[in-house]
C-alpha cells in the first residue's frame, strides 16, 4: 500500500519550478508555489498561474497558491519538491526547516548537494522526516518571461536516492506517483557523480576567458568552443570523477556514454570516446552561445557545488584530483572567488571527517539516534 | 685561458638561435665554429657556402668551421656559445665534459629559468669534476626565424636581457667578457635572479592557455595581447607573478613586479603602470598592439614558458618553502590541453641538481658553482 501524493508544495519558482508546476498541474496534483522573492512570484500570481510551451505542450497551469510564506506552502502538503540551484540549497533548507513535519518527504531536484540540505533542516531546529533527490532537474527547460517557461524536454535519465538509503524501495515507489521516470540507486553519493556540468562547463569557460570578456561570448560554446585542448581536460576531469566515483564504490558511466544515452550526441560522438567528439556532435547544444561574462553559472555554481563536491570527495576516497584541483584554483582566481572554501566542502556535505565506511554508513542508515 | 677579449666562438646547435648567431659574429669579425649534432642540418649550409642571413645582417655569410664534431668545433674557442634547447643540455654535456678545462668560458643562450645549474647537473652527472664556468641570459639574444633551409632572418636583438655567471662571483669578468658580444645585455647578481626574472614564463602561459579554445577554433585570428590579455586572464597573470616575487623575496634574490618591468622596457604607458592593472598593461602595450596570437598551442609560449619556465619557478618555489598553488594549476591545465607532461619533461628539482636541497645549500651552489 502505497501512501498516496494529492498536495505537493514546490518550494522555488524558478525555471524548474514553474516547470514542475506546469507538469504536476495537468497530472492533477495540487500545487502550491513557493518563493522567497516577491519579483519573482509577482508576475505569477498576477495571472494566478504559470504559462507553459513546448515538449508538454502550451497552456496555462493554474496555482491555487503562490505565495513568499513558507508556512503557507508545506503546512498540509504530502510532498515538499525543492526546485532551487544549488547554491540556494542552504538558505532554501533554513526557509522551510521551521515548517516540515516527519510525515513529510522531502525531495530536491536537482540534488546533489549529499547531506547540505538534511543536515540544515536539522541544525535550523527543522523536523525531517525521509529526504530523496534526483541527480538532475526533470526537464530541460527555461523561462521565456517572468510568468512563461519553455519546457524543451522532461529529462530521460533522473537517477533517485534517498536518505537514509536504506528506505530507497518505499520511498522509490511514493515517488513514482510524481515522477514516474526515477531509477532508484543505493545512496545519495549515486546521484552525486552524474552532474556532468561541473566537469564540461568550468573547463570549456575557462580555456575561452580571453574570447569571451573581448567578445562577450560571441561565439557557441560547445561547438567552437569545446576544441581539442578544451576536451582534453574535460576527458580528463571526467576520468577524476568516474574515479573517485569508483573508490566510493559507486559506479558512473563516462561522459560520453552518459551523454549518448541522453540523446545529448550522437553514435559518432559517443564511439569517438572522447569530449571533443561528443560535443562536436551535439546537434542539442550546436546553436547555445557562449556566456556574455564570466561571472556565470558555469563558474559560480558548477566549481563550488560540482568540482569542490568531486575534489573533497576524492579526498574522503584518498583519490587524488589534480585536475579539478588545478581548475577550481585557476576558477576562484578569475571569479574573484574563494570557491574552495565556499563550496560543498566535506563539512558542508555533512561527511566532515569521517572515513569511507563511517560516510557509507551514515548515508545508508541515517544519524545514529534517531528513532 | 684568462681572456679579456672574445674572437672565436664555438656556437653549438644549427636550429634558429645557432645559424642567427653564426651568421650575426661572422659578418661582426668574429670566427665561428658551427657545431650541429646533426649532418643534415649543415649539408644546405655547405652547399651554399655559409648562411643566408636578412634583417640585421644581409647576405650570404661564410662560416669558418662547421662540423658535427664537438671535439673540433670547441679546441682552442675563447668562448663555447649553446644555443640548444635544454633537452639537448644531456648530449653536449657528455661530449664536452672530457674537454672542459674549466677556465673556457660557456654560454648558455638563452638559459630561460636554471638552463645554467640544468647543464652543469649534467656535466656532473657525465663525470665532469672541474669548476664551472658560464653564464646566460634569460632569453636569446635575437628575435629570429629560419626562413627555409641555411636561410635565417635576424628581426633584432633582444633588448634589455638580464644576464648572470654561474659561480656568482664570476659575473663581473663574464659580463665584460660578453658584452662586446651583446651590448643590450644587463648584468644581474646571480642566475637565481635571472631564473626568476623570467616575465615570459608570467604572462605568457596564462595568455595563451586561457585562450585555448579561441587559439583552435580561429588559428589565432585574433589579437594576442589587445584582445587576449582581458580582465581575468590579468588576474591570473599577477597571481602568478606574486607567486614569483613570493619565491624570490624567500631566496633573498632581488626581482621587479612585472608591471614595472614592463612599463620600463617601454611596453606600456605610465597609466597602466601606475594602475597596477596586467590586463590593462598589455592591452595598451603600444609596441605589442599589432600582434596576433599564436595559430596554435604548439608553440614557444607553452613548451619554453612552461617547461623551462613556470615549472624550474615552481621547483625553486618548493625548495624555498613558497606554495605555488596558481603555477602549479596552469602546469597541470597547460600540460592536459598541450598533452605534453611538463612536470616530467620540463626543469625539475632533480635536472636542476637541487633535489634535496636546502635554500642554503642552492644558495651556495649559485655563488660557488658547486
Not at chain 1, 510532498?79 to 530536491?108: C, K, N, S, W, Y
Not at chain 1, 519553455?150 to 537517477?159: D, S
Not at chain 2, 621587479?256 to 592593472?277: H, N, Q
Amino acid at each position: 500500500v502505497v501512501d498516496p501524493i494529492r498536495t505537493i508544495a514546490i518550494i522555488g519558482a524558478g525555471n524548474g519550478g514553474c516547470a514542475a508546476a506546469a507538469q504536476l498541474t495537468q497530472r492533477g496534483f495540487q500545487l502550491r508555489l513557493y518563493s522567497r522573492s516577491r519579483a519573482t512570484t509577482e508576475p505569477l500570481s498576477a495571472i494566478g498561474g504559470v504559462e507553459y510551451e513546448g515538449a508538454l505542450g502550451e497552456g496555462f497551469a493554474p496555482i491555487a497558491l503562490i505565495t513568499n510564506d513558507a508556512g503557507a506552502a508545506i503546512n498540509g502538503a504530502d510532498f515538499v519538491l525543492i526546485t532551487a540551484p544549488t547554491h540556494a540549497h542552504e538558505d532554501i533548507a533554513r526557509a522551510i526547516a521551521p515548517h516540515l513535519g516527519h510525515e513529510q518527504l522531502v525531495m530536491a531536484a536537482p540534488g546533489h548537494t549529499l547531506l547540505l540540505i538534511p543536515n540544515t533542516i536539522r541544525r535550523a531546529g527543522g523536523t525531517l522526516g525521509i529526504f530523496c533527490e534526483s541527480s538532475s532537474l526533470p526537464f530541460i527547460c527555461r523561462k521565456s518571461t517572468p510568468s512563461r517557461v519553455r519546457i524543451t524536454r522532461a529529462a530521460q535519465i533522473l537517477y533517485f536516492a534517498a536518505f537514509p538509503g536504506d528506505q530507497i524501495d518505499t520511498v522509490t515507489e511514493r515517488v513514482r506517483q510524481v515522477f514516474p521516470q526515477i531509477e532508484p540507486t543505493p545512496s545519495l553519493l549515486h546521484t552525486v557523480f552524474p552532474y556532468t556540468n561541473a566537469i564540461h562547463h568550468p573547463p570549456a569557460l575557462l580555456l575561452n576567458v580571453g574570447r569571451i570578456e573581448s567578445t562577450g561570448g560571441d561565439y557557441h560554446h560547445y561547438y567552437e568552443g569545446i576544441t581539442p585542448s578544451v576536451g582534453r581536460l574535460i576527458d580528463a576531469l571526467d576520468a577524476e570523477r568516474v574515479a573517485v566515483a569508483a573508490g566510493l564504490g559507486v559506479k558512473v558511466e563516462p561522459l560520453p556514454q552518459f551523454f549518448f544515452r541522453l540523446g545529448y550526441t550522437n553514435a559518432a560522438g559517443c564511439d569517438g570516446g572522447t569530449a571533443y567528439d561528443v560535443f562536436h556532435n551535439s546537434e542539442p547544444n550546436r546553436w547555445i552561445k557562449a556566456p556574455a561574462t564570466v561571472d556565470h553559472r558555469f563558474l559560480n555554481e558548477d566549481v563550488p557545488y560540482g568540482l569542490v563536491a568531486i575534489a573533497e570527495l576524492g579526498r574522503l576516497a584518498g583519490v587524488a584530483t589534480p585536475c579539478a584541483d588545478a581548475v577550481i584554483a585557476v576558477a576562484s582566481i578569475v571569479a574573484g572567488r574563494r570557491y574552495r572554501d565556499d563550496g560543498l566542502t566535506r563539512q558542508r556535505m555533512g561527511i566532515g571527517d569521517m572515513s569511507v565506511v563511517e560516510a557509507l554508513d551514515l548515508l545508508q542508515t541515517g544519524p545514529k539516534g534517531e528513532a | 685561458m684568462s681572456q679579456t677579449k672574445v674572437k672565436s666562438v664555438a656556437v653549438l646547435g644549427a636550429g634558429h638561435g645557432g645559424c642567427a648567431a653564426a651568421a650575426d659574429l661572422s659578418r661582426r669579425g668574429y670566427s665561428v665554429r658551427l657545431h650541429a649534432r646533426n649532418a643534415s642540418r649543415l649539408a644546405p649550409l655547405r652547399a651554399q657556402g655559409g648562411i643566408e642571413a636578412r634583417g640585421v645582417q644581409q647576405g650570404l655569410v661564410p662560416i669558418d668551421l662547421m662540423t658535427t664534431d664537438v671535439t673540433e668545433a670547441v679546441r682552442g674557442a675563447d668562448l663555447i656559445m649553446m644555443v640548444v634547447p635544454s633537452v639537448a643540455h644531456d648530449y653536449y654535456a657528455r661530449a664536452l665534459a672530457p674537454l672542459l678545462d674549466g677556465a673556457q668560458p660557456i654560454f648558455i643562450n638563452p638559459g630561460h629559468t636554471g638552463g645554467g645549474l640544468h647543464f652543469l647537473h649534467e656535466l656532473r652527472k657525465a663525470g665532469y669534476r672541474g669548476p664551472i664556468r658560464s653564464c646566460e641570459t634569460v632569453s636569446l639574444t635575437y628575435i629570429t626565424r629560419m626562413e627555409g633551409p641555411g636561410i635565417v632572418n635576424i628581426y633584432s636583438y633582444t633588448k634589455r636581457l638580464r644576464f648572470a655567471g654561474l659561480p656568482a662571483k664570476e659575473v663581473a669578468a663574464l659580463f665584460e667578457l660578453i658584452k662586446p658580444l651583446y651590448p643590450e645585455i644587463q648584468q644581474a647578481g646571480s642566475v637565481l635572479e635571472t631564473a626568476l626574472s623570467n616575465l615570459n614564463a608570467v604572462f605568457h602561459p596564462p595568455g595563451i592557455i586561457m585562450n585555448a579554445g579561441w587559439i583552435q577554433h580561429t588559428h589565432g585570428d585574433f589579437l594576442f595581447y589587445r584582445e587576449g590579455f582581458t580582465d581575468a586572464v590579468g588576474r591570473v597573470t599577477a597571481a602568478i607573478d606574486a607567486e614569483r616575487i613570493a619565491i624570490a623575496k624567500a631566496l633573498g634574490v632581488p626581482v621587479i613586479p612585472f608591471i614595472d618591468v614592463f612599463y620600463e622596457s617601454g611596453l606600456t604607458t605610465k597609466a597602466a603602470r601606475d594602475s597596477g592593472d596586467i590586463s590593462r598593461a598589455c592591452r595598451e602595450s603600444e609596441p605589442n598592439k599589432t600582434i596576433k596570437s599564436p595559430a596554435s598551442l604548439d608553440h614557444r609560449y607553452v613548451h619554453e614558458d612552461v617547461g623551462y619556465g613556470l615549472v624550474p619557478i615552481a621547483a625553486l618555489g618548493a625548495l624555498a618553502g613558497v606554495p605555488t598553488p596558481t603555477i602549479d594549476a596552469l602546469v597541470q591545465i597547460a600540460s592536459l590541453a598541450v598533452g605534453v607532461d611538463y612536470r616530467r619533461d620540463g626543469l625539475t628539482l632533480e635536472k636542476l641538481g637541487l633535489a634535496g636541497k636546502s635554500p642554503a645549500e642552492l644558495l651556495k651552489i649559485v655563488e660557488e658553482g658547486a
